[in-house]
């Protein structure tokens, strides 16, 4: 069987005028084109839907009892593209993303907030987790953007560059080096360090051997959060290197943030998503955003 909608949207408005004549009017169609609708949707059902006369069309017994299935599901389709319409200019629907935990509650919050402001009736779903994450939660479809550092992505993830975050050092606000508003990697040889991340300690290794071969981090305390290595930091245990949006948590945990010099170090955050799948309307709004920003 092989309805077609407009046979459906013909046989409905046949039915509320009572005329092939103004139904065709109001279909802006022909008089003969509605007619043959009619006749086609008919064929398919093996009923007459009207019983037709010289001064009047009436509906048959089949007639009226289709015609309520039919203004249902004309119904449907007129809410599907009500609801298309809503999603594409973000009157409607839900943007989900992840990021690592102290970047969605400073640099990613700001940009939402913006958003919201933007977009107020688009819901917002936010995963929050670690750098690791990041990617196995776009994989897992759990969330259509991902924002986070470098990681390996695999065949069904792909990812765009979004930005550089430089990245400081941060030392307690007692620490001797706190007055200061640079230091080089080769004053901090008797530093006891803070490290967060096993990728992140190894990217900067790396770093700084290319550098200068000399250089290297001395690690005091190994931790799985920025926020505990941040307060660990504070407390004088060490310092630590961090990307600068977790700069707004300095009064919070008595810390200072310093540029690192010889060399400076940038670390680069992309935008992560699911290979060949078209992003969401309030997706693309975002993912706009985010390059704005950044």
């Known amino acids: 069987m092989n309805l077609t909608l407009r046979q459906m949207r013909a046989f409905s408005v046949v039915a509320r005028s009572a005329s092939f004549t103004l139904a065709a009017r109001q279909l802006n169609l022909t008089q003969s084109a509605v007619s043959m609708l009619v006749q086609q949707l008919e064929d ?8 037709r006369t010289r001064n009047a069309v009436t509906l048959t017994e089949a007639g009226q009892q289709l015609l309520p299935l039919a203004r249902r599901m004309l119904d449907d389709l007129r809410q599907i593209e009500e609801g298309a319409g809503d999603l594409r200019s973000l009157k409607s629907g ?15 919050a700001g940009v939402l907030a913006r958003f919201e402001r933007a977009h107020p009736q688009v819901g917002l779903r936010i995963v929050d987790g670690s750098a690791g994450d ?16 470098e990681r390996a992505t695999g065949e069904d993830v792909t990812r765009s560059f979004l930005m550089h975050v430089p990245m400081r ?56 959060y920025l926020t505990t290595a941040l307060a660990l930091v504070g407390a004088g245990l060490g310092v630590a290197m961090v990307p600068d949006y977790a700069r707004s948590f300095a009064a919070n945990f008595g810390i200072r943030f310093l540029a690192l010099r010889a060399p400076a170090l940038n670390r680069e955050f992309f935008v ?8 969401s309307p309030a997706a693309q709004a975002f993912a706009q955003m985010l390059r704005e920003q950044a």
């Open 94 to 108: 839900v943007l989900r993303v992840v990021a690592p935990q102290l970047m969605a509650c400073t640099w990613v």
């Open 134 to 149: 990041i990617v196995g939660t776009v994989r897992r479809g759990d969330a259509e953007l991902g924002i986070g550092p």
């Open 169 to 224: 050092l941060v030392c307690a606000a007692t620490h001797a080096l706190a007055a200061r508003e640079a230091v080089q990697w080769r004053e901090l040889q008797g530093e006891r360090w803070v490290v967060y991340s096993g990728d992140f300690s190894r990217y900067v290794e790396e770093r700084l051997h290319a550098h200068d071969a000399s250089l290297s981090m001395q690690t005091a305390t190994e931790v799985r």
């Open 272 to 279: 992560y998503q699911r290979r060949s799948l078209a992003l």
């Open 44 to 51: 398919e059902l093996g009923v007459k839907l009207f019983d």
